[in-house]
């Protein structure tokens, strides 16, 4: 695999990331199979690259972008992407307020609510036309004190839900749509007996819940779609009647955090090269760059990982580094300067955060160079 990644990209200067279309178009193909009819929304967040959402987007079974901000969702609209549901509540009221203005991005463009609060700062703005508005639901598992999955929404209860529902609507919003995000299942490698439990017991639960939420808000609102599920929970939350959509990402990539998962296993498809700069001692060379620690609680799960050569590793005294890495292994001693290591990122798009664009290959050949999102930050508003 990295061999042919090496053919592709000869001759350009490293550190350097790309993405393998084969296993990207496979990993998109096993998204779609998991969610069994379902359509899926891509996320946006675990992708950040305009080329790879239309090249997703143009495959049968996805539907839809899972934004992760106002001005992204604004960019997009602006270049021809539609239904765009930005899935996490915003303050900035300049792009709330251009969306709006917009009769364009106001009929393509859903904003998240999870409060009477957030209501009454969407209420206050000027708004030539409706926002449309998904009022976002803790799906959360409680065991008595315990709140296992992360701290999003307030709202659990149905009553909680249509009480939002209602107070938007007696603002002039829209409310199109209801969200789901069960963390706890999707975002969980199957690390141990318990955690295969507390999957198991959740996604129970939430079926239950889940579906006297849809059916109470229904009573009040003309849903559009009801959303749910991540690329760790597809092949359960697609069982689940009361969901319309279901969201992935990161699976279109495989980023590192997915190798723990039982149910399926997605192929790498992003990774990045960092060239050789030092060889401070037998059996270690440094690489230049590398710190590219990914979100979620701190610890080692969120350092890359070396893909190739085999049997390097990172130091646990220095870790990854800002401007260079120091790694451990018999494979050291066969590397010079300006060799390549191949690394993997331990999430998806948060990659795209430190390269201003992708080189895209197939086998040995290098199909093309894209921005990301970063590339083209002077255009993202």
């Not at 305009?50 to 602006?78: H, I, N, T």
């Not at 318990?194 to 999957?199: F, G, I, P, S, T």
């Not at 690489?287 to 990982?305: C, D, H, L, N, Q």
Request: with cysteine; net charge positive.
């Amino acid at each position: 695999m990295t061999g042919s990644w090496e053919r592709a990209t000869a001759g350009r200067a490293a550190p350097l990331a790309l993405v393998d279309l084969e296993a990207f178009d496979a990993n998109a193909a096993d998204l779609v199979r998991r969610a069994a009819g379902k359509p899926v929304r891509v996320a946006s967040k675990s992708v950040r690259c305009r080329a790879l959402l239309r090249r997703v987007l143009d495959r049968p079974g996805f539907r839809g972008v899972m934004a992760y901000s106002v001005r992204e969702a604004l960019w997009l609209a602006a270049d021809g992407f539609t239904d765009l549901f930005v899935a996490y509540p915003s303050a900035d009221r300049e792009a709330l307020e251009a969306v709006a203005a917009n009769g364009h991005a106001a009929a393509q463009v859903t904003v998240t609510v999870d409060s009477a609060e957030h209501v009454a700062f969407l209420a206050a703005l000027r708004r030539p036309h409706p926002l449309r508005v998904a009022v976002d639901v803790d799906a959360s598992l409680r065991v008595g004190s315990l709140h296992l999955g992360v701290r999003r929404s307030p709202l659990r209860s149905a009553g909680q839900v249509v009480a939002v529902a209602r107070a938007a609507q007696a603002a002039g919003l829209d409310v199109v749509g209801l969200m789901f995000y069960d963390a706890q299942v999707a975002g969980l490698p199957d690390s141990s007996p318990a955690v295969r439990l507390v999957k198991a017991r959740s996604t129970r639960d939430l079926l239950g819940r889940r579906a006297e939420v849809v059916a109470a808000v229904r009573d009040v609102a003309g849903l559009e779609f009801v959303n749910g599920g991540g690329t760790g929970s597809l092949h359960v939350a697609s069982r689940d009647p009361s969901l319309t959509e279901l969201a992935a990402g990161s699976g279109l990539f495989g980023p590192t955090l997915f190798d723990g998962y039982r149910s399926f296993r997605p192929r790498p498809a992003a990774a990045f090269a960092l060239p050789v700069v030092r060889r401070p001692a037998p059996g270690v060379v440094t690489v230049f760059g590398g710190g590219y620690i990914a979100s979620g609680p701190p610890g080692w799960s969120r350092s890359p990982s070396v893909l190739a050569p085999r049997g390097l590793r990172l130091l646990r005294s220095e870790g990854a580094g800002e401007v260079q890495t120091p790694l451990r292994g018999r494979a050291a001693d066969g590397l010079g300067i300006g060799d390549r290591v191949w690394f993997r990122h331990a999430k998806a798009g948060e990659l795209c955060e430190r390269f201003d664009e992708l080189y895209l290959v197939r086998g040995d050949e290098l199909v093309d160079r894209v921005p990301t999102y970063r590339g083209e930050a002077a255009n993202f508003g």
